[in-house]
Protein backbone atom coordinates (compact mmCIF):
# COMPACT_ATOMS: atom_id res chain seq x y z
CA UNK A 1 0.00 0.00 0.00
CA UNK A 2 1.24 3.10 -1.22
CA UNK A 3 1.08 6.39 1.10
CA UNK A 4 1.87 9.57 -0.37
CA UNK A 5 2.98 11.89 2.09
CA UNK A 6 5.36 11.57 4.98
CA UNK A 7 3.68 11.54 8.23
CA UNK A 8 5.83 13.36 10.38
CA UNK A 9 5.42 16.50 9.26
CA UNK A 10 3.46 17.71 12.51
CA UNK A 11 6.96 18.09 14.44
CA UNK A 12 8.37 16.41 17.22
CA UNK A 13 7.84 17.99 20.18
CA UNK A 14 5.13 18.92 22.62
CA UNK A 15 3.34 21.50 20.15
CA UNK A 16 2.72 18.61 18.30
CA UNK A 17 0.87 16.85 20.30
CA UNK A 18 -3.08 16.84 19.85
CA UNK A 19 -5.66 18.73 21.84
CA UNK A 20 -6.93 16.10 24.05
CA UNK A 21 -10.04 14.85 25.35
CA UNK A 22 -11.36 16.07 29.18
CA UNK A 23 -13.20 13.42 29.56
CA UNK A 24 -14.02 10.34 27.43
CA UNK A 25 -10.74 8.12 27.26
CA UNK A 26 -9.06 7.00 29.85
CA UNK A 27 -5.64 7.92 30.36
CA UNK A 28 -4.40 4.38 28.86
CA UNK A 29 -2.95 5.16 25.14
CA UNK A 30 -4.02 8.65 24.79
CA UNK A 31 -1.94 11.32 23.69
CA UNK A 32 -1.51 12.88 27.22
CA UNK A 33 -1.63 9.66 29.18
CA UNK A 34 0.73 9.67 32.28
CA UNK A 35 0.56 13.53 31.45
CA UNK A 36 3.20 13.53 29.48
CA UNK A 37 3.06 14.03 25.92
CA UNK A 38 3.74 12.05 23.23
CA UNK A 39 4.47 11.29 19.94
CA UNK A 40 1.72 8.18 18.68
CA UNK A 41 3.02 9.20 15.19
CA UNK A 42 6.77 7.85 15.18
CA UNK A 43 4.79 4.67 15.92
CA UNK A 44 2.60 3.99 12.70
CA UNK A 45 5.18 3.88 9.98
CA UNK A 46 3.38 5.19 6.79
CA UNK A 47 2.43 1.69 5.12
CA UNK A 48 1.81 0.14 8.43
CA UNK A 49 4.13 -2.52 8.18
CA UNK A 50 6.77 -2.44 11.11
CA UNK A 51 9.49 -4.66 9.95
CA UNK A 52 8.32 -7.67 8.20
CA UNK A 53 9.08 -10.79 10.55
CA UNK A 54 10.26 -8.59 13.70
CA UNK A 55 7.87 -8.02 15.75
CA UNK A 56 7.71 -4.80 17.64
CA UNK A 57 7.02 -3.66 20.99
CA UNK A 58 3.90 -1.21 21.50
CA UNK A 59 3.26 1.05 24.59
CA UNK A 60 0.70 -1.63 25.76
CA UNK A 61 3.26 -4.52 25.53
CA UNK A 62 1.60 -6.15 23.65
CA UNK A 63 3.83 -7.32 20.32
CA UNK A 64 2.25 -6.56 16.96
CA UNK A 65 3.47 -7.26 13.15
CA UNK A 66 2.28 -3.93 11.59
CA UNK A 67 -0.08 -1.15 12.42
CA UNK A 68 -2.41 1.55 11.11
CA UNK A 69 -4.26 3.98 12.15
CA UNK A 70 -7.64 4.76 12.15
CA UNK A 71 -9.94 7.43 12.89
CA UNK A 72 -13.23 7.94 14.31
CA UNK A 73 -15.46 10.94 12.40
CA UNK A 74 -19.01 12.35 12.36
CA UNK A 75 -21.26 14.53 14.21
CA UNK A 76 -20.79 15.60 17.95
CA UNK A 77 -23.33 12.95 19.66
CA UNK A 78 -23.30 9.84 17.14
CA UNK A 79 -21.05 7.64 19.54
CA UNK A 80 -17.81 7.32 18.36
CA UNK A 81 -15.96 7.71 21.68
CA UNK A 82 -18.35 5.17 23.24
CA UNK A 83 -17.94 2.88 20.24
CA UNK A 84 -14.42 2.90 21.00
CA UNK A 85 -14.79 2.30 24.52
CA UNK A 86 -16.71 -0.53 23.39
CA UNK A 87 -14.41 -1.96 21.16
CA UNK A 88 -10.89 -1.51 23.81
CA UNK A 89 -12.95 -2.02 26.89
CA UNK A 90 -16.16 -4.03 26.02
CA UNK A 91 -18.13 -1.87 27.78
CA UNK A 92 -20.47 1.29 27.33
CA UNK A 93 -20.57 4.34 28.74
CA UNK A 94 -24.16 5.24 30.04
CA UNK A 95 -24.96 8.31 31.40
CA UNK A 96 -24.84 11.87 30.83
CA UNK A 97 -23.14 12.91 27.40
CA UNK A 98 -19.63 14.38 27.91
CA UNK A 99 -18.51 15.74 24.62
CA UNK A 100 -14.45 15.29 23.57
CA UNK A 101 -12.58 17.75 23.47
CA UNK A 102 -9.93 17.95 20.17
CA UNK A 103 -8.20 14.61 19.84
CA UNK A 104 -7.24 11.11 21.44
CA UNK A 105 -6.53 7.59 20.83
CA UNK A 106 -6.57 4.32 21.84
CA UNK A 107 -4.34 1.40 20.85
CA UNK A 108 -6.02 -2.21 20.46
CA UNK A 109 -3.67 -5.53 18.82
CA UNK A 110 -6.10 -7.58 16.60
CA UNK A 111 -4.78 -11.24 15.34
CA UNK A 112 -5.87 -11.19 12.08
CA UNK A 113 -5.61 -14.35 10.05
CA UNK A 114 -2.42 -15.09 12.52
CA UNK A 115 -0.84 -12.02 11.84
CA UNK A 116 -1.14 -9.08 14.99
CA UNK A 117 -2.30 -5.87 13.01
CA UNK A 118 -2.32 -3.12 15.92
CA UNK A 119 -4.54 -0.29 14.95
CA UNK A 120 -4.20 3.28 16.76
CA UNK A 121 -7.67 4.88 17.02
CA UNK A 122 -8.07 8.57 16.93
CA UNK A 123 -11.36 9.55 18.35
CA UNK A 124 -12.21 12.87 17.30
CA UNK A 125 -14.13 15.79 18.66
CA UNK A 126 -17.60 16.24 16.58
CA UNK A 127 -18.01 19.43 17.13
CA UNK A 128 -17.65 22.13 15.01
CA UNK A 129 -15.25 24.15 17.00
CA UNK A 130 -12.96 21.75 16.53
CA UNK A 131 -13.04 20.59 13.11
CA UNK A 132 -9.11 22.68 12.41
CA UNK A 133 -7.57 20.26 14.82
CA UNK A 134 -9.63 16.94 12.98
CA UNK A 135 -8.28 18.16 9.50
CA UNK A 136 -4.73 17.86 10.42
CA UNK A 137 -5.20 14.45 11.62
CA UNK A 138 -7.00 13.06 8.18
CA UNK A 139 -3.97 12.88 5.81
CA UNK A 140 -1.82 10.35 8.08
CA UNK A 141 -5.12 8.02 8.76
CA UNK A 142 -5.34 4.51 7.30
CA UNK A 143 -9.03 4.03 7.89
CA UNK A 144 -11.83 6.26 8.72
CA UNK A 145 -15.02 5.49 10.71
CA UNK A 146 -17.67 7.55 9.81
CA UNK A 147 -20.56 7.47 11.94
CA UNK A 148 -24.41 9.09 12.22
CA UNK A 149 -26.68 8.82 14.76
CA UNK A 150 -29.69 6.28 12.98
CA UNK A 151 -32.06 8.67 15.56
CA UNK A 152 -30.61 12.07 14.29
CA UNK A 153 -31.37 12.70 10.74
CA UNK A 154 -29.46 15.94 10.59
CA UNK A 155 -26.40 13.57 12.10
CA UNK A 156 -27.29 11.50 8.66
CA UNK A 157 -27.92 14.19 6.29
CA UNK A 158 -24.53 15.36 7.38
CA UNK A 159 -22.41 12.54 6.13
CA UNK A 160 -22.02 14.44 2.66
CA UNK A 161 -20.44 16.89 3.99
CA UNK A 162 -17.76 14.53 6.28
CA UNK A 163 -17.38 12.71 3.03
CA UNK A 164 -16.21 15.90 1.30
CA UNK A 165 -13.89 16.99 3.83
CA UNK A 166 -12.83 13.67 3.72
CA UNK A 167 -12.01 13.51 -0.23
CA UNK A 168 -10.41 16.87 0.67
CA UNK A 169 -8.47 16.23 3.42
CA UNK A 170 -7.65 12.14 3.60
CA UNK A 171 -5.31 10.28 1.32
CA UNK A 172 -6.75 9.29 -2.02
CA UNK A 173 -6.64 5.71 -0.74
CA UNK A 174 -8.16 6.09 2.68
CA UNK A 175 -10.32 2.88 3.55
CA UNK A 176 -13.70 4.59 4.47
CA UNK A 177 -16.72 2.48 6.51
CA UNK A 178 -19.67 4.14 7.14
CA UNK A 179 -21.63 3.40 10.20
CA UNK A 180 -25.03 4.01 11.56
CA UNK A 181 -24.88 3.89 15.46
CA UNK A 182 -27.24 3.62 18.39
CA UNK A 183 -29.59 0.62 16.94
CA UNK A 184 -30.55 -0.24 19.76
CA UNK A 185 -32.87 2.77 20.07
CA UNK A 186 -35.38 1.18 18.11
CA UNK A 187 -38.57 3.56 19.03
CA UNK A 188 -36.14 6.54 18.81
CA UNK A 189 -35.19 5.45 14.80
CA UNK A 190 -35.85 8.13 12.63
CA UNK A 191 -32.98 6.78 9.75
CA UNK A 192 -34.15 3.35 8.25
CA UNK A 193 -31.20 0.84 7.43
CA UNK A 194 -32.19 1.05 3.70
CA UNK A 195 -31.33 4.51 3.15
CA UNK A 196 -27.68 4.23 4.99
CA UNK A 197 -27.24 1.29 2.63
CA UNK A 198 -28.23 3.54 -0.21
CA UNK A 199 -25.93 6.44 0.56
CA UNK A 200 -23.42 3.64 1.18
CA UNK A 201 -23.97 2.44 -2.86
CA UNK A 202 -23.83 5.64 -3.69
CA UNK A 203 -20.07 6.68 -2.25
CA UNK A 204 -19.11 3.13 -2.69
CA UNK A 205 -17.98 2.75 0.90
CA UNK A 206 -18.96 -0.46 3.03
CA UNK A 207 -22.15 -0.39 5.37
CA UNK A 208 -23.62 -1.69 8.69
CA UNK A 209 -25.25 -0.62 11.74
CA UNK A 210 -23.93 -0.33 14.92
CA UNK A 211 -24.63 0.08 18.61
CA UNK A 212 -21.82 0.70 21.32
CA UNK A 213 -24.46 -0.13 23.75
CA UNK A 214 -25.04 -3.63 22.89
CA UNK A 215 -21.68 -3.97 21.17
CA UNK A 216 -23.33 -5.00 18.05
CA UNK A 217 -21.64 -5.32 14.85
CA UNK A 218 -18.72 -3.19 16.95
CA UNK A 219 -15.73 -5.80 16.51
CA UNK A 220 -16.66 -6.42 12.68
CA UNK A 221 -16.29 -3.21 12.18
CA UNK A 222 -12.58 -2.89 13.57
CA UNK A 223 -11.56 -6.36 12.88
CA UNK A 224 -13.19 -6.01 8.93
CA UNK A 225 -10.77 -2.57 8.41
CA UNK A 226 -8.14 -4.48 10.16
CA UNK A 227 -8.31 -7.01 7.59
CA UNK A 228 -8.62 -4.48 4.11
CA UNK A 229 -5.47 -3.03 5.75
CA UNK A 230 -3.43 -5.81 6.46
CA UNK A 231 -4.35 -7.27 3.30
CA UNK A 232 -3.19 -4.34 1.35
CA UNK A 233 -0.08 -4.47 3.06
CA UNK A 234 0.39 -7.93 2.90
CA UNK A 235 -0.47 -9.35 -0.66
CA UNK A 236 0.85 -12.73 -1.26
CA UNK A 237 1.22 -13.62 -5.31
CA UNK A 238 -1.05 -16.47 -4.99
CA UNK A 239 -3.37 -14.65 -1.76
CA UNK A 240 -6.71 -14.12 -3.88
CA UNK A 241 -7.86 -10.26 -3.25
CA UNK A 242 -9.53 -9.59 0.28
CA UNK A 243 -13.18 -8.78 -0.74
CA UNK A 244 -14.27 -5.75 2.33
CA UNK A 245 -17.37 -5.36 0.86
CA UNK A 246 -18.22 -8.90 0.52
CA UNK A 247 -16.66 -9.82 3.75
CA UNK A 248 -19.07 -7.01 5.36
CA UNK A 249 -22.24 -7.68 4.24
CA UNK A 250 -22.01 -11.78 4.68
CA UNK A 251 -20.45 -10.68 8.61
CA UNK A 252 -22.98 -7.85 9.21
CA UNK A 253 -25.59 -8.97 11.99
CA UNK A 254 -28.77 -6.76 12.01
CA UNK A 255 -30.39 -5.17 15.04
CA UNK A 256 -33.07 -7.67 15.50
CA UNK A 257 -35.88 -5.76 14.10
CA UNK A 258 -35.77 -5.19 10.10
CA UNK A 259 -32.41 -7.69 8.88
CA UNK A 260 -33.52 -9.17 5.92
N1 LIG B 1 -28.67 4.11 22.97
C1 LIG B 1 -27.41 4.34 22.59
N2 LIG B 1 -26.77 5.44 23.05
C2 LIG B 1 -25.52 5.65 22.63
C3 LIG B 1 -24.82 4.75 21.78
N3 LIG B 1 -23.58 5.23 21.56
C4 LIG B 1 -23.49 6.38 22.24
N4 LIG B 1 -24.65 6.64 22.89
C5 LIG B 1 -24.94 7.79 23.73
O1 LIG B 1 -24.85 8.94 22.91
C6 LIG B 1 -24.22 10.02 23.61
C7 LIG B 1 -23.02 10.52 22.84
O2 LIG B 1 -22.03 9.51 22.80
P1 LIG B 1 -20.49 9.85 22.56
O3 LIG B 1 -19.81 8.57 22.27
O4 LIG B 1 -19.94 10.63 23.68
O5 LIG B 1 -20.60 10.76 21.25
P2 LIG B 1 -19.40 11.35 20.35
O6 LIG B 1 -19.71 11.01 18.94
O7 LIG B 1 -18.12 10.88 20.88
O8 LIG B 1 -19.59 12.90 20.55
P3 LIG B 1 -18.44 14.04 20.45
O9 LIG B 1 -17.35 13.63 21.37
O10 LIG B 1 -19.11 15.32 20.88
O11 LIG B 1 -18.03 14.12 19.03
C8 LIG B 1 -23.91 9.50 25.01
O12 LIG B 1 -24.92 9.90 25.89
C9 LIG B 1 -23.92 7.99 24.84
O13 LIG B 1 -24.29 7.32 26.03
C10 LIG B 1 -25.52 3.58 21.34
O14 LIG B 1 -25.04 2.72 20.60
N5 LIG B 1 -26.81 3.44 21.79
MG1 LIG C 1 -16.57 11.81 21.77
Redesign the pocket.
Given at each position: MSRKKSQKSRGGGSSSSPATSAR?LPPKDGARAGGKSCSPDSEVPVNGVVVPGRPSLSNSAEFYDMAFKVMLV?D????????LVRFKDGAF????????VGIDFRNKVLNVDGVKVKLQIW?????ERFRSVTHAYYRDAHALLL?YDVTNKTSFDNIQAWLTEIHEYAQQDVVVMLLG??V??THERVVKREEGEKLAKEYGVPFME????TGLNVDLAFMAIGKELKHRSMKLPNEPKFKLHEYVRKEVKGSGCCKS
Open positions: NGSGVGKTCLLAGSFISTDTAGQLNKDSTSAK
